[in-house]
């Protein structure tokens, strides 16, 4: 999802190389969400809508406040 190589899944995720290699066969639902989030904001114009514009917000710092 992320790359072929296990630097470039690093790289996306902002983790060292290191850490990558050491995961387990299966990924924790930490680890999952992470990878997810990463490809979400690679790919963004393929998001539905209101999520889309979720992520958008986030990569740009302008979340909005929810009361």
């Known amino acids: ?3 072929g190589s296990t630097r ?3 790289a996306a995720l902002g983790v060292s190389y290191q850490a990558v290699d050491k995961w387990p066969e299966v990924l924790s ?3 999952a969400d ?3 989030a ?3 904001r ?3 114009e393929g998001l539905p ?3 889309a514009k979720s ?8 979340e909005e406040a929810h009361g």
């Open 1 to 3: 999802m992320l790359g």
């Open 8 to 10: 470039e899944v690093a």
């Open 29 to 31: 639902d930490k680890i």
């Open 34 to 36: 992470r990878v997810l």
């Open 38 to 40: 990463a490809w979400a």
């Open 42 to 44: 690679r790919n963004v």
């Open 49 to 51: 809508p209101p999520f």
């Open 55 to 62: 992520v958008s917000q986030t990569q740009t710092g302008q």
